[in-house]
């Protein structure tokens, strides 16, 4: 089978490409780069107009299958990925079961495999039912198909299980994801501490909880040699912690939000549990600091941290609704309004939401090589939309985001050389 992607702006920031090629895709590959291929008996894309870039990758997403079903399904999770440009995502450990045994990883591959519409990559957990007393069987997990490991949702509390948990790993060559988060320091609140929290009568969570597990993880990191990746950074400190720990030669990665680059908790007003996340949404300082950290390559990648919840775990009081945003189809128009806003040029957007994150992950993802897998995202950059809460492709619809305009979206998704979206 031949298709020839025809006219496109290719962006290959992995081959510091960023030219106008046709693409000649054959049996799921690429094949060639260059301008004018002949088309010969190959079926031919027009992408005139449009950027063509490696599929996306969203390092950090939690598509709830098996257990939550009702919030999300790797079916739903994989077309909401595919609506929105993304071809690789890697899955968190926090379903019920726990991916935490081989059986749940092979589960979550072989569904994936037959009935997704993007390539899931599961991140096993750290510690047994995330419950930080057990290292999981990290050899096993890794040989099954995990790429990474972590409790996201919750931190390694004790710190001599996150040293073992990061010399285990370190053996088999794979990142651990750490959840920085001291829950002695968060006690109940709800949002970010400052003067929002205490103008609406909200319990604040201070960005020493954020950050003081940050450090103790980075010198275990520094201690052990180990992979250390850090998720969801939203505090100026965190960031200045892994800037000076990279320039130390320590082993460590780190992704931001969306949602944590683009609002700050003068959003919480009006008391709209979509703007309820863990971290919570940040002060202005903070924000600008995440964009720093972006434009210096401190962050070496943008995650959604995609988050679906039922409307009825949402639609609740503030205080008692479940954190997290859905975002794999927001991914893309927000990170390229960092480009419109002269943050990145167009190069680094895509970089950190393709090659950088497949690098951490170390899948063959997020590149155009010839050779590599035909994943790859046709984008119209200029073209406006409304985000309609109840047209996005996931099950659950808590976009921070609704009722925004925003610009430029995926017209079509190829997964190994097959349209799966196309818009």
């Given at each position: 089978?031949?298709?020839?992607?025809?006219?496109g702006r290719v962006v290959d920031p992995a081959n510091k490409i960023d030219?106008?090629?046709?693409?000649?895709?054959?049996?799921?590959?690429?094949?060639?780069?260059?301008?004018?291929?002949?088309?010969?008996?190959?079926?031919?894309?027009?992408?005139?107009?449009?950027?063509?870039?490696?599929?996306?990758?969203?390092?950090?997403?939690?598509?709830?299958?098996?257990?939550?079903?009702?919030?999300?399904?790797?079916?739903?999770?994989?077309?909401?990925?595919?609506?929105?440009?993304?071809?690789?995502?890697?899955?968190?450990?926090?379903?019920?079961?726990?991916?935490?045994?081989?059986?749940?990883?092979?589960?979550?591959?072989?569904?994936?495999?037959?009935?997704?519409?993007?390539?899931?990559?599961?991140?096993?957990?750290?510690?047994?039912?995330?419950?930080?007393?057990?290292?999981?069987?990290?050899?096993?997990?890794?040989?099954?198909g995990c790429v990474g490991f972590s409790d996201d949702g919750l931190p390694?509390?004790?710190?001599?299980?996150?040293?073992?948990?990061?010399?285990?790993?370190?053996?088999?060559?794979?990142?651990?994801?750490?959840?920085?988060?001291?829950?002695?320091?968060?006690?109940?609140?709800?949002?970010?501490?400052?003067?929002?929290?205490?103008?609406?009568?909200?319990?604040?969570?201070?960005?020493?909880?954020?950050?003081?597990?940050?450090?103790?993880?980075?010198?275990?990191?520094?201690?052990?040699?180990?992979?250390?990746?850090?998720?969801?950074?939203?505090?100026?400190?965190?960031?200045?912690?892994?800037?000076?720990?990279?320039?130390?030669?320590?082993?460590?990665?780190?992704?931001?939000?969306?949602?944590?680059?683009?609002?700050?908790?003068?959003?919480?007003?009006?008391?709209?549990?979509?703007?309820?996340?863990?971290?919570?949404?940040?002060?202005?300082?903070?924000?600008?600091?995440?964009?720093?950290?972006?434009?210096?390559?401190?962050?070496?990648?943008?995650?959604?941290?995609?988050?679906?919840?039922?409307?009825?775990?949402?639609?609740?009081?503030?205080?008692?609704?479940?954190?997290?945003?859905?975002?794999?189809?927001?991914?893309?128009?927000?990170?390229?309004?960092?480009?419109?806003?002269?943050?990145?040029?167009?190069?680094?957007?895509i970089a950190l939401v393709t090659c950088q994150p497949a690098d951490i992950?170390?899948?063959?993802?997020?590149?155009?090589?010839?050779?590599?897998?035909?994943?790859?995202?046709?984008?119209?950059?200029?073209?406006?939309?409304?985000?309609?809460?109840?047209?996005?492709?996931?099950?659950?619809?808590?976009?921070?985001?609704?009722?925004?305009?925003?610009?430029?979206?995926?017209?079509?998704?190829?997964?190994?050389?097959?349209?799966?979206?196309?818009?």
């Open positions: 089978m031949k298709t020839l992607i025809k006219s030219e106008k090629l046709d693409i000649l895709v054959i049996d799921g590959k690429i094949a060639e780069l260059a301008a004018n291929i002949d088309p010969g008996d190959a079926d031919v894309i027009n992408a005139a107009g449009l950027i063509v870039t490696p599929g996306l990758v969203d390092m950090h997403t939690h598509l709830r299958d098996p257990g939550y079903e009702y919030k999300e399904d790797i079916i739903s999770g994989s077309c909401a990925a595919a609506a929105g440009g993304v071809t690789s995502v890697a899955c968190m450990p926090n379903t019920s079961p726990v991916n935490d045994n081989l059986a749940i990883t092979k589960y979550i591959i072989n569904k994936a495999q037959a009935q997704g519409s993007a390539n899931v990559f599961p991140i096993g957990s750290i510690t047994k039912a995330m419950k930080g007393g057990t290292l999981t069987e990290m050899g096993e997990l890794k040989e099954g390694v509390v004790d710190g001599e299980m996150m040293r073992r948990g990061l010399e285990y790993a370190n053996t088999f060559g794979v990142p651990i994801f750490t959840h920085a988060e001291d829950l002695s320091l968060v006690a109940g609140g709800s949002m970010n501490e400052g003067p929002v929290a205490t103008e609406l009568g909200l319990k604040g969570i201070p960005w020493v909880a954020e950050d003081a597990v940050t450090a103790r993880d980075i010198m275990l990191a520094e201690l052990t040699g180990a992979h250390l990746h850090v998720c969801h950074v939203s505090t100026r400190g965190s960031i200045a912690q892994v800037r000076h720990a990279k320039a130390r030669g320590v082993r460590i990665t780190c992704e931001a939000t969306p949602h944590h680059f683009m609002l700050t908790d003068e959003a919480v007003r009006g008391y709209n549990a979509n703007f309820k996340m863990n971290p919570p949404l940040r002060s202005q300082d903070d924000v600008d600091a995440v964009r720093a950290g972006l434009a210096d390559g401190t962050i070496d990648a943008i995650a959604t941290d995609h988050a679906p919840h039922h409307i009825d775990e949402k639609n609740v009081e503030f205080a008692v609704a479940l954190n997290g945003v859905v975002g794999l189809e927001t991914l893309l128009p927000l990170t390229l309004k960092l480009v419109s806003e002269k943050v990145l040029d167009l190069s680094q957007a992950l170390g899948i063959d993802r997020g590149t155009l090589t010839v050779g590599a897998v035909a994943d790859m995202t046709l984008i119209n950059p200029n073209k406006e939309w409304l985000v309609k809460a109840d047209e996005l492709h996931s099950k659950s619809k808590n976009t921070a985001f609704s009722g925004q305009t925003l610009r430029g979206y995926a017209v079509r998704t190829i997964l190994a050389g097959k349209t799966v979206f196309e818009r």
